[in-house]
């Protein structure tokens, strides 16, 4: 069982039947909607402008440290994060990750390269400097990784979410290394640091995407909320790469620090993460027993 409680809504929406959203949820989704398409109306020409005069842009953390806003989170910061040559290694439990570390930091992201094709989205992930990888072509890690090599040589900080999928803001998936062979050697000057996302209580849970639960149901009921909600942006001490020789010890040293983190926020240790394919095969069971989640 997870360390929060559930309800038969959030057990079916992770299962992939979301429940109807009233007329309420309906309103504020659109209020939230029409405000992400205003700021990315300012953000996106703004930008380019600032790029066209070789001047450095604020506008992609502006848009980011707004959208989070607008999407109801409140992001609060614990810890210093370093500013450049930084290789963040975070957990992983929403989207809404992505707006809250960028808010906190300005990084830039690892993301998968269908993203960069995706509308509105693929811009918004171009304009705050995104590094997008086929996580399948084993044959172009090489290229993935010179690319990851180049972002790092700018001065920009990047982030990875080395679990390689999302959680349920109480768990901890082992940390997976491809993308982490930049730092074999790693870069002249380049730190490495722990970063752990904390939602607090039930919050992580109801607002993780978990299970069978498309991308768009997913938004629609973190959008359609009532109210908002915090996350925690804490940066853990950082170190450095030549300390922990190779792609796994540093893996694995900053799944320690970020487990050392998440139990103490938890308060007891953490239980396994019962994985996205549990809710599909729950529901096929109630479906085969005649029940309902």
Request: glycine fraction near 8%.
């Amino acid at each position: 069982m997870l360390a929060t409680s559930t309800t038969p809504a959030r057990e079916a929406a992770a299962a992939g039947h979301p429940s109807p959203v009233p007329v309420i949820g309906w309103i504020r989704l659109g209020w939230r909607i029409l405000g992400l398409a205003l700021i990315a109306a300012i953000s996106i020409p703004a930008h380019y402008l600032f790029q066209l005069l070789r001047l450095s842009s604020p506008w992609p953390r502006l848009f980011m440290t707004t959208a989070a806003r607008i999407c109801g989170a409140r992001v609060g910061i614990r810890g210093v994060p370093l500013k450049r040559d930084v290789f963040y290694i975070a957990n992983h439990v929403s989207w809404v990750d992505i707006l809250a570390i960028s808010s906190a930091s300005g990084t830039a992201f690892v993301a998968k390269a269908e993203l960069a094709k995706a509308p509105v989205v693929g811009v918004l992930a171009k304009m705050n400097r995104t590094v997008f990888v086929e996580r399948e072509d084993r044959l172009g890690v090489a290229d993935q990784i010179n690319r990851l090599r180049d972002a790092l040589t700018d001065n920009w900080s990047i982030t990875v979410f080395p679990e390689g999928t999302t959680t349920d803001g109480q768990s901890l998936l082992p940390f997976k290394t491809p993308m982490l062979k930049v730092l074999e050697p790693p870069p002249p000057g380049v730190m490495v640091q722990p970063v752990l996302l904390w939602y607090g209580g039930d919050t992580g849970y109801e607002i993780a995407w978990l299970g069978s639960e498309s991308g768009k149901d997913n938004a629609v009921r973190v959008l359609s909320r009532k109210g908002s909600f915090k996350v925690m942006v804490e940066f853990l001490e950082p170190f450095h790469p030549r300390d922990y020789p190779g792609r796994k010890a540093i893996a694995a040293e900053s799944r320690r620090r970020i487990e050392a983190a998440l139990t103490a926020q938890v308060g007891a240790p953490l239980l396994p993460f019962r994985g996205h394919d549990w809710w599909e095969k729950e529901a096929a069971g109630e479906k085969a027993a005649g029940g309902t989640l």
